[in-house]
C-alpha cells in the first residue's frame, strides 16, 4: 500500500515526545513491512524510512480546515492525520488518530480513531488501535535495581496510580519523586512500600522541582535538572537520594541548566539526553555522567 502519514510536528523530535515518537515508529514500521510511506510534516522533518517527505507550513497543519489534496501524490491508498481534520481530501480515504481528550461538547471530526477500548469508550466509540513504539530504542538490562522510579506529573492522566498498583503486585519498592499538584511543582520525595501498601514521605529536595530526569546507579537515586512552575526556571543540578533514609545530597551539575530531558544508566554512568533550556531552546546534545555524591 501507499500511505500517506501526516503530523503537524517537524520529525523527529529529540528529548521528549509522545505523539511525535509514535508517529515516527508508524512510518519505521510500514516502510519495515513493505509498504511505501510518504510523509506530511513540518519543514525540516527527516525520517530516512518514509520514500517520501512533503514539508507543509506549520500554520496549515495546525488548521483543522486545512485540505490536504495538493499535498498527497497521486496513487495514495489512503491518508493517516494525527491531528484532527475537519473533513478529508476529497477522492482519498483518510482516518485520523486523536492522541488527546475531545471537548464533550464539540462533534467529534470523522475516521477519528482512540487510542484504548477505555478511550474510545469515553468518547462514545469502539474504534481503536494501541499506539506502538520500537522496543530497539530502548535498554534491556538483565540486571535491574531493587526499585522503581516515577517521574512524571502527579495526575492520573500521567498513570502514577498504575505505578503504585505494579509496585503492589510485584512487591518491589517505588519511588516518587517532585512531580506537580496541579500546576505547582513540589519538593517531597516519597517512598511506597508494597509490602505494607503504605506510602511515606521520606525527604524533601532542595527547591520546587517537575520536568526532571531519573536515574538509579549503585545505591542511589539521581534527581537530574528539572525546573520550578514556571518555564525559565531551569537548574542544572544533579541531586542524590538515597532510597532508604531520603537524604538528599547535591552529586554535581550539568553543563547548562535543563529540564524535560532524558536518562538512562549505561554501565557506571548516567547517560542524559536532550532537553529544554531556560530560554526555550531545545538541546541536542548528550551528556555522560558520574555523579559524585556530595560534589556541588
Same mark, same amino acid.
Given at each position: 500500500?501507499?500511505?500517506?502519514?501526516?503530523?503537524?510536528?517537524?520529525?523527529?523530535?529529540?528529548?521528549?515526545?509522545?505523539?511525535?515518537?509514535?508517529?515516527?515508529?508508524?512510518?519505521?514500521?510500514?516502510?519495515?513491512?513493505?509498504?511505501?510511506?510518504?510523509?506530511?510534516?513540518? +519543514?525540516?522533518?527527516?525520517?530516512?524510512?518514509?520514500?517520501?517527505?512533503?514539508?507543509?507550513?506549520?500554520?496549515? #497543519?495546525?488548521?483543522?480546515?486545512? &485540505?490536504?489534496?495538493?499535498?498527497?501524490?497521486?496513487?495514495?491508498?489512503?491518508?493517516?492525520?494525527?491531528?484532527? #481534520?475537519?473533513?478529508? +481530501?476529497?477522492?482519498?480515504?483518510?482516518?485520523?488518530?486523536?492522541?488527546?481528550?475531545?471537548?464533550?461538547?464539540?462533534?467529534?471530526? +470523522?475516521?477519528?480513531?482512540?487510542?484504548?477500548?477505555?478511550?474510545?469508550?469515553?468518547?462514545?466509540?469502539?474504534?481503536?488501535?494501541?499506539?506502538?513504539?520500537?522496543? $530497539?530504542?530502548?535498554?534491556?538490562?538483565?540486571?535491574?535495581?531493587?526499585?522503581?522510579?516515577?517521574?512524571?506529573?502527579?495526575?492520573? &492522566?500521567?498513570?502514577?496510580?498504575?505505578?503504585?498498583?505494579?509496585?503492589?503486585?510485584?512487591?518491589?519498592?517505588?519511588?516518587?519523586?517532585?512531580?506537580?499538584?496541579?500546576?505547582?511543582?513540589?519538593?517531597?520525595?516519597?517512598?511506597?512500600?508494597?509490602?505494607?501498601?503504605?506510602?511515606?514521605?521520606?525527604?524533601?529536595?532542595?527547591?520546587?522541582?517537575?520536568?526532571?530526569?531519573?536515574?538509579?546507579?549503585?545505591?542511589?537515586?539521581?534527581?537530574?535538572?528539572?525546573?520550578?512552575?514556571?518555564?525559565?526556571?531551569?537548574?542544572?543540578?544533579?541531586?542524590?537520594?538515597?532510597?532508604?533514609?531520603?537524604?538528599?545530597?547535591?552529586?554535581?551539575?550539568?553543563?547548562?541548566?535543563?529540564?524535560? #530531558?532524558?536518562? $538512562?544508566?549505561?554501565?557506571?554512568?548516567?547517560?542524559?539526553?536532550?532537553?529544554?533550556?531556560?530560554?526555550?531552546?531545545?538541546?541536542?546534545?548528550?551528556?555522560?555522567?558520574?555523579?559524585?555524591?556530595?560534589?556541588?
Amino acid at each position: 500500500m501507499h500511505v500517506v502519514v501526516a503530523s503537524h510536528h517537524r520529525l523527529p523530535v529529540e528529548g521528549y515526545g509522545g505523539p511525535q515518537r509514535v508517529v515516527v515508529a508508524l512510518v519505521r514500521g510500514l516502510a519495515a513491512l513493505g509498504h511505501r510511506v510518504t510523509l506530511l510534516a513540518q +519543514p525540516g522533518t527527516k525520517v530516512p524510512e518514509a520514500a517520501k517527505t512533503v514539508e507543509v507550513a506549520p500554520r496549515l #497543519l495546525k488548521d483543522s480546515g486545512v &485540505d490536504l489534496k495538493k499535498f498527497i501524490p497521486e496513487g495514495a491508498d489512503i491518508l493517516h492525520a494525527h491531528f484532527s #481534520l475537519k473533513q478529508g +481530501p476529497k477522492g482519498v480515504p483518510f482516518v485520523q488518530t486523536l492522541h488527546g481528550n475531545w471537548k464533550p461538547d464539540i462533534p467529534l471530526p +470523522p475516521n477519528t480513531i482512540f487510542l484504548s477500548r477505555d478511550h474510545a469508550k469515553r468518547h462514545g466509540s469502539t474504534i481503536f488501535v494501541h499506539n506502538g513504539l520500537d522496543p $530497539a530504542e530502548y535498554i534491556f538490562r538483565g540486571r535491574k535495581e531493587q526499585w522503581d522510579l516515577f517521574l512524571g506529573k502527579l495526575h492520573s &492522566d500521567r498513570g502514577y496510580h498504575w505505578a503504585v498498583d505494579a509496585a503492589k503486585r510485584t512487591g518491589r519498592r517505588l519511588i516518587i519523586a517532585g512531580g506537580t499538584r496541579g500546576d505547582v511543582a513540589t519538593r517531597e520525595v516519597y517512598s511506597f512500600d508494597p509490602a505494607h501498601d503504605q506510602v511515606h514521605q521520606i525527604g524533601m529536595l532542595p527547591r520546587e522541582l517537575t520536568h526532571a530526569a531519573g536515574a538509579a546507579l549503585g545505591n542511589w537515586m539521581y534527581v537530574i535538572g528539572g525546573r520550578g512552575t514556571d518555564q525559565g526556571t531551569q537548574t542544572s543540578a544533579i541531586l542524590a537520594v538515597d532510597p532508604v533514609s531520603g537524604r538528599v545530597e547535591p552529586a554535581g551539575r550539568l553543563p547548562v541548566g535543563l529540564s524535560d #530531558l532524558g536518562a $538512562a544508566t549505561i554501565g557506571g554512568a548516567v547517560v542524559v539526553a536532550g532537553g529544554r533550556q531556560s530560554d526555550g531552546v531545545l538541546s541536542n546534545r548528550l551528556y555522560a555522567l558520574r555523579p559524585q555524591v556530595g560534589a556541588r
